[in-house]
């Protein structure tokens, strides 16, 4: 078992929903999903040092608005660990609330993720069968939270809690896009008509790169899309801003919304776009990367 550290910095990378195929609902209301998903490298981070019981503090660009308080999922998710022990967290927001890209859900799976290193209860976090008792704790949280344990590419089915991690995809370059309007995921899922909807073709072919990928994901959905759009018009204008961009190969929202990505066929091009993007919109969150890959910098930093 790993000895305490002093502190413990872990990044928390936004989660996208290349597809997201809704195919059934439970007795209790929940969804039945069958997703692909990968991180991107744009992140919030937490910084976690000394404190006699667990506290909050939230700061970045991101941060106005998120509470510091017990609603918060890294309060909640830490204090499911932490038995008598303290730290001193510092939240830095990068990603938008309630966006469709998992901001609360990647925070609550990277506070564990570090805090379980600052505690000395865990070395690193290269094994699935931990993230895999952790997560099924964790689920009780929030559906999403399991799959953003080791931000890896998954195809997730359940309501979102069963992972299945998949080969690296990448990368895929991709711009993601939010036209700040905040979107409710229930109100998202109630407003979706067919509740069953075919899943993704049973087995993943092997892809080799982008221009093999996008082919394939442009036959998959997202099902979430049409009842966010009737919710949220914004997120129209940002999928056709994305379309009119001469290289860009598919727009698409992620999750409940109302992030949107598009994916390029180079860096060259993404880039191009990002910035020109960021420029025309400059009251939107623009952010372009690379997806697929395992995001590299998720294991936490010990100091
Ligand atoms: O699990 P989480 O708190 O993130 O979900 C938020 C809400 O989204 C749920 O209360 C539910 O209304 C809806 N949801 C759903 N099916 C899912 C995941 C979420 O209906 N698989």
């Known amino acids: 078992m790993a ?15 290349l597809s997201l195929h809704v195919t059934g609902q439970r007795d209790d209301g929940y969804h039945l999903l069958d997703s692909l998903v990968a991180f991107a490298p744009v992140h919030d981070r937490l910084d ?36 008598d022990r303290g730290a001193a967290i510092t939240l830095t927001k990068n990603l938008p609330s309630a966006s469709g ?47 953003c344990l080791l931000n890896r590419p998954a195809r997730v089915s359940g309501i979102g809690d069963e992972i299945e991690y998949i080969s690296p995809l990448g990368p895929i370059p991709a711009i993601l896009i939010n036209p700040r309007v905040e979107v409710s995921t229930p109100a998202v899922f109630r407003a979706l008509k067919s509740k069953t909807n075919p899943p993704m073709p049973e087995t993943l072919p092997a892809f080799k790169g982008v221009q093999d990928f996008v082919p394939w994901l442009t036959d998959q959905r997202n099902d979430l899309q049409e009842p966010a759009l009737a919710l949220a018009p914004e997120i ?32 060259d091009s993404c880039y191009a776009a990002t910035e020109r993007l960021y420029t025309d919109h400059p009251d939107w969150w623009v952010a372009g990367g690379f997806l697929g890959d395992q995001f590299e910098l998720s294991l936490p930093k010990v100091s």
Do not use: Y
């Open 101 to 147: 890209i998992g901001g609360g859900s990647a925070d609550a799976a990277a506070i564990v993720r570090g805090l379980m290193v600052f505690w000395g209860l865990a070395k690193d976090w290269d094994d699935p069968e931990l993230a895999d008792a952790v997560g099924q704790k964790l689920a009780a949280l929030g559906a999403d939270i399991p799959m």
């Open 236 to 267: 129209g204008k940002v999928l056709n801003a994305l379309e009119a961009e001469p290289d860009c190969m598919l727009a698409r929202m992620s999750g409940s919304g109302a992030t949107c990505f598009g994916i390029f066929p180079n860096k």
């Open 48 to 83: 976690i040092s000394h404190g006699n019981t667990l506290s909050l503090t939230v700061e970045g660009p991101e941060g106005a608005g998120v509470p510091a308080d017990m609603d918060n999922l890294v309060l909640k998710a830490a204090a499911m660990f932490a038995d």
């Open 3 to 17: 000895s305490r550290s002093n502190a413990v910095s872990v990044l928390a990378p936004a989660k996208v929903n």
